[in-house]
């Protein structure tokens, strides 16, 4: 039987002007066309297709920084749309994102121990010391020892490092989801094997749910539970990620695993 | 095969010194693919730069060293010199075609500077439709502007307006990067038919271990500077002997297998300006020995750079870390 879902997006759509000007009639872009979506504590959900498939768009109705033109996301059964003051305040805490380039969502004058500190004290409300004392064990946990890089500035970090300060700051609300946003796509590949592992860790420790959107299907394979495929804004397929990825229904997901085939990998695992 | 491009023993710096690209020698012969691999900070785009003349910054120089294309030394060119060779002699395609274009005029326009910046404009308009077809794209494209077209017709613009002068050698780097998977396939096959119509020699520089395999004859891994591995690409796919190039193998991720452990290399590459004595690798290798390893840099010798290339063990370099 299913968990109660943590998360969840029902029957969503969501559409933007595309051109016209102020006489002209609008052309509407169905970014996302009717999408339902559930995400149960714990599990990881993979949003996969091409740029303009939709899922980030998706990603962004999940988080709340976009409302949806018709459908509703409800987090822990209550409508989005309807949370005000303490209520919106816990949805904003318990649901983080981790974006691609976290350097660009970093404030380049700030130290990243302030960085994480920030959510601390704001989110949970702690005093300026025991924010410093938590977000230097949230550093040390994701693998940057806090004596080192505390004081520094984001600029000094390596990509890698910089998804980690990320990563940190999102588990620095004590989230249960995590929204994660092609995280580690503009890695080295040693490098993102490592943001992976460590984003696994963090789950298993904390029993964190992810919303994890991609566009490689290796990624999902290693890290997901569940994947949603996504093409023109609509799900073309959707399910356990061995089963899918096993035996692909949907002809667009054969051809993005026909065009992603890794055939060195498969040959380095032999 | 006559090589077109032969960089032998290449060396790029800083003004203060840093080495960035440090005794660097590659072939790349006409009607050949050659792929350079290398995760960032190896050096991989700085080798590229170099032959091609455009370093990012002023500070950087070519420090040692002979790039030479069907037998002339380019590192010895003045300004004026390369200008006639850049664009004309060598083609370039970079990652982001969408900086590489002017979102103000129509795309045909663009692939017609690339002639008229070598003194032919006559006949450029049917040139131009020529080229744009030999690329693969529909009749019309000419006319229109940058943000009409997606990712991969971009590239395939700057792959038309590259190719004008019908070059000898055509570098790219990270040409698919930034585009679909999808779109990264029908890239990858044009490139492999202008090699094979035009005999094009074509230098490809990739983070991509797919991408080096999928396409080319012949490959070489970089590190930190320096070429660590070289080798024919299946065979080298097929039993790598650097610890590196097997750790960065171990590393990918296929759609096919779920990994039980998601191996990586431990430590992060060594920054330019502070190279770690001995082999560049060993800090990070799991086989390395205090003598010779971190005591005296390895040669390049049998296509790999490694002290202990020759043992058994390191064909299996990670086996007990879990790849």
Known sequence: ?270 | MSAVLQVRGLSVALANGTRLVDDVSLDVGAGEIVGLVGESGSGKSMTAYAALGLFPTPHARIAGGAILLDGRDLARLTPAEWREVRGARIGMVFQDPSSFLDPLLPVGRQVAEALAAHGESRGAQARVAALLAQVELPDGVAARYPHELSGGQKQRVLIAAALAMRPRLLIADEPTTALDVSVQAGILTLLQRLRDEMGLAVLLITHDLGVIERTCARVYVMYAGQIVESGNTAALFAAPRHPYTQGLMASLLSPAVRPTTLFSIPGTVPPAADMPAGCRFHPRCPLALPDPCAARPPELTGEVRCWRAEEPATAKAWAAHGA
């Open chain 1, 1 to 270: 039987m299913a968990p109660e879902p943590l998360l969840r997006a029902d029957n969503v759509s969501r559409q933007f002007p595309q051109r016209g000007g102020m006489f002209a009639r609008r052309a509407w872009l169905r970014a996302v066309n009717g999408v339902s979506l559930s995400v149960a504590p714990g599990e990881t959900v993979a949003i996969v297709g091409e740029s303009g498939s939709g899922k980030s768009t998706l990603g962004r109705m999940l988080l709340g920084l976009l409302a949806p033109s018709s459908g509703s996301v409800s987090f822990r059964g209550e409508a989005l749309g309807g949370l005000r003051g303490a209520a919106w305040r816990r949805f904003r805490r318990e649901v983080q994102v981790v974006f691609q380039d976290t350097g660009a969502s970093l404030n380049p004058r700030r130290s990243i121990g302030d960085s994480v500190a920030v959510p601390l004290r704001w989110n949970l409300g702690l005093g300026r010391a025991e924010a410093t004392r938590r977000a230097a064990a949230l550093l040390d946990q994701v693998g940057l020892p806090a004596g080192q890089f505390l004081g520094r500035l984001p600029h000094t970090l390596s990509g890698g490092q910089r998804q980690r300060v990320g990563i940190a700051r999102a588990l620095a609300s004590d989230p249960s989801v995590v929204v994660a946003d092609e995280p580690v796509s503009a890695l080295d590949v040693s490098v993102r094997a490592q943001v992976l592992r460590l984003m696994r860790q963090s789950q298993a420790q904390r029993g964190l749910a992810y919303v994890f959107i991609t566009h490689d299907l290796g990624v999902v394979r290693a890290i997901a539970d569940r994947v949603v495929v996504m093409r023109g804004g609509k799900v073309v397929e959707a399910g356990s990620v061995d089963a899918v990825l096993a035996n692909p229904q949907h002809e667009y997901t054969r051809a993005l695993l026909a065009a992603s085939g890794a055939p060195v990998a498969e040959a380095s695992r032999r």
